[in-house]
C-alpha cells in the first residue's frame, strides 16, 4: 500500500490547493452561465450537450482536428501517446484491427465471441467489432476519449471508456481542401475534401473526403518477397445534410479497403525444426503463409435527424448499418514451413438504432434513450500443425448473434448556481447465441480455405445454444463549479459487459455432467468505478490543469485464451476462456496546458496500481489462485507526455516549432509475463515544424516520428512450455525452450514504428 500512497496523496494535496486557489474568485460568486470559452477550450459533447473540457465532470481528453494535424497524427493509434492510462495498437499480426485498454480495461482478441471492453464510435455510431477500428485520421473535427464506465448517456454499454471519432459538418459555403503528405518508407498520402451548400441559403448541403494513403514496408518477408509493416489503404466518405430552424439531418456513408500486405511477425528464438534464425531487424520476416490474399473492406450508412420542436426540447435518431470482411493470413511461428500457419476470415454485420429525448429547462437538464444493437460475427480459421502425408488441421467455424437492447437515462439538477447533482442508469438486455463447429482434417487444409484435406473423427465441437444477460448500471456525481473557471466532481459508475461462448473451446473436453454449453460460456463480468476530479483553469487562464483519481473494483474479468492440448489423442489447441475473479484498479490522471507568452507547455501523466486480488486457474484438475503471479496485461503503470511549442514570429503567417516526448513503463503483453514479450521502459521523441499562411488558406509542416528510432514490441504470440502456476518458462537440459504447440516454438512479435519523418502541405480554397 505504501508504493500507491505516495501519487493520491500527491494528488488530494493538489485537490486542496487548488480549492484555495479558487476562493477569492468565489466570493464574486458570478451567476449561473454558460461556461466560458478561450482560445485553447475545446468543446465536446460527452453528455449529449455542448460544454467545454472544464466544464464537463467526465475524466475526458479531446483534441481537435487541428491539434492532431499539428502533431502529425495517422490513426487514431496515435492518442494513446497523449491521453493518460490508455493503449491503444493494432492487434498482434494484423494493420487495422484494433486493441485497446483504458485504465487497465480492454480485450485484445479479435474472435467472435468476445466484446470490446472500450467502446469505438464513429460519428455516434459504435462498432461492434475490433477489426477495420484502426481509423485513420482524416475529415475529422475532433476526436474525445472519455475513461471509465459509459452507457447512461448514448449506445452500447462500454465497461472501461469510449473513443469517440467525430467527423467535420459541412460548411455553409463551397470549400476545397487538398492534403498531400511523402516521407521515409516512400509514405505517400493525399486527400481531398469537397462541400457545398445546393442553395442560396445553405438549407442543402452534400460533400465529401477521399484519401489515398500509402507507405512502403519498414521491413522485408524474406520468404515472399513481400514488403512487411506497409500500408496500402483505399478511403471515402460522402454525406448530405439538410439544416433547418428546427430540424438537422446528416446521411453519411463511408468506405474503407485496406490492401496492405500481412503483417509478419518477428521470431524471438531459433526455429526448434527447421532451425529458422532469429533475424538482426524485428522488421524483417520469414512468414510464408500468403493464402488467403490479406485484403479488408469496411463500410457502412448511417442516418442522424435531429429535431427541436419547442426550446428546451430535442428529439435525435441515430440508425446505421455497417458491414466489414477480413480475409488474413496470420503465420504464428513466422517461418517459411507449414506450422501453426492460421489462415483467417473475419465477416461481421451490425445494424443498429438508437433514439433520444433531451429536455433543458431551467436548473434542469435530462436525457432518456433506447438503443438497439443486431450484430452477427463470423470467424472461420484452420490451425496447421505441421506439413506430411498426414498433415493436421484444426479448424474453427464460430458464428455469434448478439441481439441487445438497453433503456437509459441520465438527469442533472442544478441545486445552486455552484452545485449539480447528476444520476443516472442504464438496463441493459443482452442476447448470445452462437453456433460453433471444430472439425479435424487430415492431408491438408479445411475445404474453407481451399483445403483438400479429409475429415478425420467427429467434430470435437459442435454446439448450438443462446444465453440472455441482464444488468441495471446506475451512475451518480455531485459537481461543484465555484466559478466558470473551475470544476471539482465526485461521481460513482458501474460498468457491465455481457458473457457468452469460448469460440475456440473443444466440447468434447467437457468434464462429466457438464454440458456443451456450460463448458464453453463465461459470464458477464462488472466494474465499480469511484472517482473524484478537479478541472481549472489558473493565472488569468494561461493554465489548464485537469486531476482525476479513481479505484476500479473490476470482477468477474473475462480472461480469453488458447493453450496446446490434446483432443481425441491428437495434438491440438484448446481455448481457455475463464472468469478469473476479480481485480483492483487505482490510480491518478492529470493533464496541463500553459500559455506563457510565445510559448506553449503540454503535458499528460497517469500512474496506475492494477493487480489481480483473486484469479483461479486450473492446475491438474484443482482450482488454484495464482493471482500473485498474473499482472494486467496492456497497462503499465506509468506514462506520459511533455511537449512544448515555440510560435516563431515571421513576416507572413505563423510558424510553430514543437518538440515533444513520451513514455511508458514496462507492459505486460499478456496476463502471464514472458520475457520475450514484454516491453521494458522506453520514451518516443517526435518533434514538428509547421507554417501557417494568414487565414489558414494553406500549411506546410515537416514532422519527425520516433526521432531516436526506438524499438518497442507491441504484442507477440507465445505458444512454449511454461510452469502452470509462476508462468516461468521451461528449459530442455540442452537449454532450449519447449514447444507446446508445432514443431518450431511460436514466441513472435509485433513492434511499434520506427523513425519516420514527413512533409505535408494543406490547401485550402
Not at 136 to 158: A, H, K, M, S
Not at 559 to 574: E, Q
Not at 674 to 684: E, I, S, T, V
Amino acid at each position: 500500500m505504501a508504493h500507491t500512497a505516495s501519487p493520491i496523496c500527491a494528488f488530494l494535496l493538489s485537490t486542496v490547493a487548488l480549492g484555495v486557489l479558487s476562493m477569492p474568485a468565489m466570493a464574486q460568486d458570478a451567476p449561473k452561465s454558460a461556461p466560458s470559452v478561450g482560445n485553447d477550450d475545446i468543446i465536446v459533447t460527452a453528455r449529449r450537450r455542448n460544454e467545454t473540457l472544464t466544464s464537463v465532470p467526465i475524466a475526458i481528453s479531446a483534441f481537435t482536428g487541428d491539434q492532431l494535424a499539428a502533431k502529425g497524427a495517422m490513426d487514431i493509434t496515435d492518442l494513446a501517446d497523449e491521453v493518460p492510462n490508455v493503449t491503444l495498437e493494432p492487434s498482434r499480426g494484423t494493420n487495422s484491427t484494433l486493441s485497446a485498454f483504458i485504465r487497465g480495461v480492454g480485450q485484445q482478441d479479435p474472435v467472435s465471441g468476445f466484446e470490446q471492453g472500450v467502446g469505438i464510435y464513429l460519428d455516434d455510431i459504435y462498432l461492434n467489432r475490433p477489426q477495420a477500428a484502426v481509423l485513420d485520421i482524416y475529415d475529422v473535427e475532433r476526436v474525445e476519449v472519455l475513461r471509465g464506465p459509459q452507457g447512461t448517456l448514448y449506445g452500447r454499454n462500454t465497461i472501461g471508456g469510449a473513443i469517440k471519432y467525430v467527423t467535420k459538418k459541412l460548411d455553409d459555403k463551397a470549400h476545397v481542401q487538398l492534403r498531400g503528405t511523402y516521407g521515409s518508407y516512400n509514405q505517400a498520402d493525399g486527400v481531398i475534401t469537397a462541400s457545398t451548400p445546393l442553395d442560396k441559403n445553405g438549407l442543402v448541403r452534400v460533400g465529401g473526403s477521399f484519401a489515398r494513403l500509402t507507405r512502403g514496408g519498414f521491413g522485408k518477408d524474406l520468404t515472399t518477397g513481400q514488403d512487411n509493416y506497409n500500408k496500402d489503404i483505399i478511403a471515402g466518405r460522402g454525406t448530405i445534410e439538410v439544416h433547418g430552424d428546427k430540424i438537422f439531418a446528416r446521411m453519411t456513408g463511408d468506405y474503407t479497403h485496406d490492401m496492405s500486405n500481412p503483417r509478419g511477425g518477428h521470431r524471438e528464438i531459433p526455429g526448434q525444426l527447421t532451425g529458422a534464425p532469429v533475424l538482426p531487424n524485428v522488421f524483417d520476416t520469414l512468414a510464408g503463409l500468403t493464402s488467403p490474399k490479406q485484403d479488408v473492406k469496411a463500410w457502412g450508412w448511417s442516418l442522424f435527424l435531429e429535431a427541436k420542436p419547442v426550446d428546451g426540447l430535442t428529439l435525435r435518431s441515430i440508425t446505421a448499418y455497417r458491414k466489414d470482411d477480413s480475409a488474413s493470413p496470420i503465420d504464428f511461428d513466422a517461418t517459411a514451413s507449414q506450422d501453426v500457419d492460421v489462415p483467417a476470415y473475419y465477416r461481421n454485420r451490425q445494424l443498429s438504432q438508437e433514439l433520444q429525448v433531451l429536455v433543458s429547462k431551467g436548473r434542469f437538464n435530462g436525457m432518456a434513450g433506447f438503443y438497439y444493437l443486431n450484430a452477427t460475427a463470423l470467424t472461420q480459421f484452420d490451425v496447421r500443425l505441421f506439413t506430411t502425408v498426414s498433415g493436421l488441421t484444426a479448424y474453427t467455424d464460430a458464428k455469434i448473434v448478439t441481439d441487445t437492447m438497453a433503456g437509459f437515462a441520465n438527469l442533472t439538477y442544478d441545486v445552486t448556481d455552484h452545485i449539480s447533482l447528476e444520476a443516472g442508469g442504464r438496463y441493459t438486455w443482452d442476447k448470445r447465441g452462437a453456433t460453433i463447429l471444430r472439425q479435424n482434417y487430415l492431408g491438408g487444409g479445411s475445404p474453407t480455405f481451399g483445403g483438400a484435406g479429409i475429415p478425420f473423427g467427429a467434430p470435437s465441437t459442435n454446439f448450438f445454444g443462446n444465453a440472455t444477460y441482464t444488468k441495471f448500471t446506475p451512475r451518480a456525481s455531485i459537481n461543484w463549479r465555484p466559478n466558470t473557471d473551475n470544476t471539482i466532481y465526485v461521481s460513482y459508475s458501474q460498468g457491465f459487459k455481457g458473457g457468452g461462448f469460448d469460440p475456440r473451446g473443444v466440447g468434447v473436453n467437457a468434464p462429466p455432467g457438464e454440458t456443451q454449453g456450460e463448458f464453453l460460456s463465461f459470464r458477464p463480468e462488472k466494474v465499480n468505478n469511484y472517482e473524484v476530479g478537479v478541472k481549472t483553469r489558473l493565472l488569468d487562464r494561461k493554465l489548464a490543469l485537469n486531476l482525476a483519481a479513481f479505484r476500479m473494483d473490476y470482477t468477474d474479468v473475462q480472461i480469453p485464451g488458447s493453450v496446446a492440448c490434446t483432443v481425441s489423442g491428437l495434438p491440438s489447441f484448446c481455448g481457455v476462456v475463464s472468469n478469473a475473479g476479480k481485480a483492483r484498479m487505482q490510480g491518478v490522471e492529470a493533464e496541463g496546458h500553459f500559455k506563457l507568452g510565445l510559448l506553449t507547455l503540454n503535458g499528460s501523466l497517469g500512474y496506475i496500481d492494477a493487480k489481480y486480488l483473486k484469479y483461479i486457474t486450473l492446475i491438474n484438475n484443482a482450482p488454484t489462485d495464482v493471482a500473485a503471479y498474473r499482472k494486467v496485461q496492456n497497462t503499465p503503470a506509468w506514462n506520459g507526455n511533455a511537449s512544448a511549442t515555440l510560435a516563431l514570429p515571421v513576416p507572413k503567417g505563423s510558424l510553430d516549432l514543437t518538440g515533444g516526448m513520451s513514455w511508458k513503463s514496462t507492459t505486460y503483453q499478456f496476463e502471464i509475463p514472458n520475457p520475450y514479450l514484454d516491453q521494458r521502459a522506453y520514451a518516443l521523441f517526435d518533434a514538428s515544424l509547421v507554417y501557417r499562411a494568414p487565414g489558414g488558406r494553406w500549411t506546410v509542416g515537416v514532422y519527425g516520428k520516433n526521432l531516436a528510432d526506438k524499438r518497442y514490441k507491441t504484442s507477440g504470440y507465445t505458444y512454449v512450455a511454461a510452469n502452470a502456476t509462476t508462468g516461468a518458462l521451461t528449459y530442455t537440459p540442452q537449454g532450449t525452450l519447449i514447444p507446446t504447440l508445432g514443431k518450431e516454438g511460436v514466441l513472435t512479435t509485433y513492434w511499434g514504428n520506427p523513425r519516420q519523418v514527413f512533409g505535408t502541405v494543406t490547401m485550402s480554397f
